[in-house]
C-alpha cells in the first residue's frame, strides 16, 4: 500500500524538488519536509531536502513559503527532515526554535485579570511558554508539539537550556487539555464552556508527550483519540492516530486497515501532507516521529 | 484574550488612551482610497427554510442590484470556521449551492468556493462531515483553501491594528467579484460575525497559523477594519440568516430562525441591516460604528431597504451577559 502513496508523491513532487500543499503551485516548507519524512531514503527524499536547504533563512528559521518573508511554525518540521540528511542545517534550525517562545497576556491584560479576576474569559496559563505559529504571538499546541517533537529528536546535539525548553513546552500543551482529554488548536474552555478536541492535534500532542511522565492527562486523552476516530475517517486523523497509538504500543491494525480502505480518497483529495503521513503510518518499519527509548507497555 | 481596546474600554479608557502612546485618535485611513457613497441599498430578502427554491431566492436578491457578473470570476467565501455536528455554525451547505447556481446562471464565468477555515486543518473531515464535499462534488465548483492559497504581501489601507501589512491569497485578490456569504451570528468577542468578521477567514493559517490568533492580538475590531479596507477588488454581500446563532456564537451558541437573506454591497450596510433585524444597535458595535467613518453607511437614514422592512422579519438574538450594551433599547420601526 505504501508503493500507491509513494507514487503519489514522487507524481507530485515539483520540477524544484518541493512538494506544494495539494500537488500544485509553489513548494512550501510544511508539504516539502513531510514528503522528505515520507519518501525516506530515496531520490526524491534527497532533492526534497535540497530544496530545504536551499530556503532556510539565514537565522535558521524557514519560512512557510519562499515568497513570504517571515520565519515560520513549519521550521520544526524541517529540522526533523534534515537532521539526518543534512545536520548542520538542522542544527540551525534547531538553535533559532530554541531562542523562540510564545508571547504570555501583555501587561494591560495581566492587570485587567488582577483587578476583575471573574472575567477571566479563558481558562489557561498564559505564562506557560511554548511555541507560536507566527513569532512574537501565542502559544499554541500544534506548533508546540513540532517543536518538541524536534527538539527531542536533536537532544543530544543541543546546550543544556533544551531541557528547560522542553519541560515547558510539555506543561503548556498539558494544561491545554480539553476536560475529558485530547486537544484542539490549544483553547480547552471559553466563557465557562468547554470546547471539543480534535483527533489530528490531540495524536500531534501525544507524539510530542510520548516521553513525558505518565499521567491521566495522557491516559485520558489517549482514550479520548479513539473516540474520535469513530467519527472522523480522514487521512490526516488515522494516520496520525496511528503514528501516535504505534509509541504507545497500542493496537494500530484496526486503524491501518481503515486507512487501507480510505488510501484512494486520500489520494485523489491529494493533500501532500495526508499523503505523505499516510505513508509514515503504513510504513511499519519506521516512524519519524519517534524519539528515544520508551515504553508505555 | 481581551486586546487593548478592551482593557481601555473596561477602564474606562478615554483619558487613560489619551495618556498612551500610539493611542491618539488620528486618521486611521487613507482618504483617496475611500469615497463612501452618500447612500446604500440593502435587500431583506425572506427565505423559510434551506429548501428549495434557494437559488431562486438568491437570484431575487441579486437581481435587485443589477449585478453583472457576466464573464467574471466570482469567488464565494461562506463561513466555515468550524464544525459541531449538533451545531449551526456554517453558512448553509444549501446556500453555498444555490449561490453557485444563481451566479453561473447570471453568467459567471467561473464560480470559486474559498475559505480558510479558522479552527481546523482537517479540511478532508470538514468537508465531508459538512456537507460542503457534496455541494462542491454535486455543482463541480473548485474549491480553494485559502489557508494554503498562494499569498501577496498587501499594504493594507487603515491602520487600526497596527499591522501595516498582511499577505493574503491570491484567489481573493484576483477575484473580478468577492462575495461575502456568511451565517448571521452573534460573536462573543466582537458582537456580531458577518460579512465583514467573515473576512478573518481569508488569512492565511500556513502564514499566521490557526486560530488566526495575530488578529486577536492586533485586536478583533481593528482587524475587521483593516482587513476590509484592503482587499481592493469589488465585493458583494449575501448574508444565511435563514437560521442564525444566537447567544455564545460564532460556535457554541444556538440556533434561531430568522428566516432571511440580506443582501447588499456595502458591507457595512449589511451588516448594520442584519444587526438591527437581531435586534442589536449597529452604533454599539464598536468596528461597525467606526466602519461608518469611512467603509460603508451605518445609519439607518442613509440605508435604503429595497426588499422587506426590517421590523417584519426583526428577531431578539440573544446575547452574552457582557454584550448586553449592545443590544437595541427599543425595537426597530424604521424600514
Redesign the interface.
Same mark, same amino acid.
Given at each position: 500500500m505504501t508503493d500507491q502513496l509513494q507514487t503519489a508523491l514522487l507524481e507530485a513532487q515539483n520540477d524544484d524538488g518541493g512538494w506544494s500543499? %495539494?500537488g500544485s503551485? !509553489?513548494s512550501?516548507t510544511?508539504a516539502t519536509a513531510l514528503a522528505v519524512l515520507a519518501a525516506k531514503s530515496t531520490d526524491p527524499a534527497s532533492r526534497g531536502a535540497e530544496w530545504l536547504s536551499a530556503h532556510q533563512r539565514p537565522d535558521g528559521a524557514w519560512p512557510? *513559503?519562499p @515568497? /513570504? %518573508? #517571515?520565519t @515560520? *511554525?513549519a521550521t520544526p518540521l524541517a529540522v526533523l527532515a534534515l537532521s539526518k540528511i543534512d545536520p548542520p542545517a538542522a542544527q540551525t534550525g534547531a538553535e533559532w526554535l530554541l531562542d523562540q517562545g510564545g508571547?504570555g $497576556?501583555?501587561w $494591560?491584560?495581566k #492587570?485587567?485579570y488582577r483587578l476583575?479576576p471573574d472575567?477571566k &474569559?479563558?481558562e489557561l496559563d &498564559?505564562d506557560l511558554t511554548g511555541w507560536?505559529?507566527?513569532p512574537d504571538?501565542?502559544s *499554541?499546541v +500544534?506548533?508546540t508539539a513540532y517543536a518538541l517533537i524536534a527538539l527531542k529528536s536533536l537532544r543530544d546535539r543541543l546546550p543544556p537550556r533544551t531541557a528547560a525548553r522542553i519541560d515547558e513546552g510539555e506543561r503548556m500543551i498539558l494544561d491545554r487539555t480539553c476536560p475529558g482529554g485530547g486537544w484542539?488548536?490549544g483553547n480547552s474552555r471559553?466563557?465557562d464552556?468547554d470546547? *471539543?478536541p $480534535?483527533?489530528?492535534t490531540t495524536a500531534l500532542a501525544l507524539i510530542a508527550l510520548q516521553d513525558a511522565p505518565a499521567g491521566e492527562e495522557i491516559e485520558t486523552s489517549l482514550e479520548a483519540l479513539e473516540q474520535m476516530l469513530e467519527?472522523? !475517517? @480522514?487521512? #490526516? &486523523?488515522l494516520s496520525l492516530a496511528i503514528l501516535c497509538f504505534r509509541l504507545y504500543n497500542r493496537p494500530t491494525e484496526a486503524l491501518e486497515e481503515r486507512l487501507v480502505e480510505r488510501l484512494e %480518497? /486520500?489520494v485523489a $483529495?491529494g +493533500?501532500t501532507r @495526508?499523503v505523505a503521513l499516510s505513508s509514515m503510518a503504513l510504513d511499519q518499519t519506521t516512524n519519524p516521529f519517534a524519539f528515544g527509548s520508551h515504553d508505555r507497555s | 484574550m481581551i486586546d487593548r481596546r478592551e482593557f481601555l474600554k473596561a477602564a474606562s479608557g478615554a483619558a487613560v488612551a489619551a495618556a498612551l502612546p500610539g493611542c491618539q485618535q488620528g486618521e486611521r485611513w487613507h482618504p483617496a482610497a475611500f469615497v463612501k457613497q452618500p447612500r446604500s441599498q440593502v435587500a431583506i430578502v425572506p427565505a423559510a427554510s434551506y429548501e428549495r427554491p434557494l437559488e431562486e431566492t438568491i437570484l431575487t436578491g441579486l437581481k435587485l442590484f443589477r449585478l453583472d457578473v457576466n464573464d467574471r470570476n466570482v469567488v464565494l467565501k461562506p463561513n466555515f470556521v468550524e464544525f459541531d455536528p449538533q451545531g449551526v455554525i456554517n453558512t448553509h451547505p444549501a446556500v453555498l449551492a444555490a449561490a453557485i447556481e444563481a451566479f453561473r446562471r447570471l453568467g459567471a464565468r467561473e464560480v470559486i468556493v474559498a475559505e480558510g477555515p479558522g479552527h481546523r486543518r482537517d479540511n478532508e473531515y470538514l468537508l465531508s462531515a459538512s456537507g460542503i464535499g457534496d455541494v462542491l462534488a454535486d455543482t463541480g465548483a473548485t474549491f480553494i483553501d485559502l489557508n494554503h492559497d498562494a499569498v501577496r504581501r498587501v499594504a493594507l489601507d487603515s491602520d487600526y491594528s497596527g499591522l501595516r501589512h498582511l499577505y493574503l491569497p491570491e484567489t481573493v485578490l484576483d477575484a473580478d467579484l468577492f462575495v461575502s456569504l456568511p451565517k448571521m451570528k452573534t460573536h462573543h468577542w466582537a458582537g456580531v460575525t458577518l460579512s465583514m468578521k467573515n473576512l478573518f477567514g481569508i488569512v492565511p493559517g500556513s502564514v499566521y497559523g490557526w486560530p488566526k490568533n495575530l488578529l486577536h492580538w492586533a485586536g478583533i475590531g481593528d482587524s475587521i477594519l483593516d482587513i476590509n479596507a484592503s482587499i481592493g477588488v469589488p465585493r458583494f454581500n449575501i448574508v444565511d440568516g435563514i437560521v442564525g446563532m444566537q447567544g455564545n456564537g460564532p460556535i457554541q451558541g444556538e440556533p434561531i430562525h430568522s428566516g432571511v437573506m440580506v443582501f447588499g454591497a456595502d458591507p457595512v450596510a449589511v451588516d448594520a441591516t442584519c444587526a438591527r433585524l437581531m435586534n442589536i444597535d449597529p452604533w454599539k458595535i464598536g468596528y461597525l460604528e467606526r466602519a461608518d467613518a469611512f467603509l460603508g453607511n451605518l445609519g439607518d437614514d442613509v440605508i435604503e431597504q429595497i426588499g422587506e422592512p426590517v421590523d417584519r422579519l426583526q428577531q431578539d438574538y440573544r446575547v452574552l451577559e457582557h454584550f448586553q450594551g449592545i443590544k437595541a433599547t427599543s425595537r426597530v420601526t424604521a424600514g
Open positions: 500543499v %495539494d503551485g !509553489q512550501q510544511e512557510p *513559503w @515568497s /513570504v %518573508d #517571515l @515560520s *511554525w508571547r $497576556y501583555p $494591560y491584560t #492587570l485587567f476583575f472575567r &474569559a479563558i &498564559a507560536p505559529w507566527l504571538t501565542f *499554541w +500544534e506548533p484542539n488548536y471559553v466563557l464552556e470546547l *471539543w $480534535y483527533p489530528d467519527h472522523n !475517517q @480522514s487521512g #490526516l &486523523a %480518497d /486520500v $483529495y +493533500e @495526508s | -
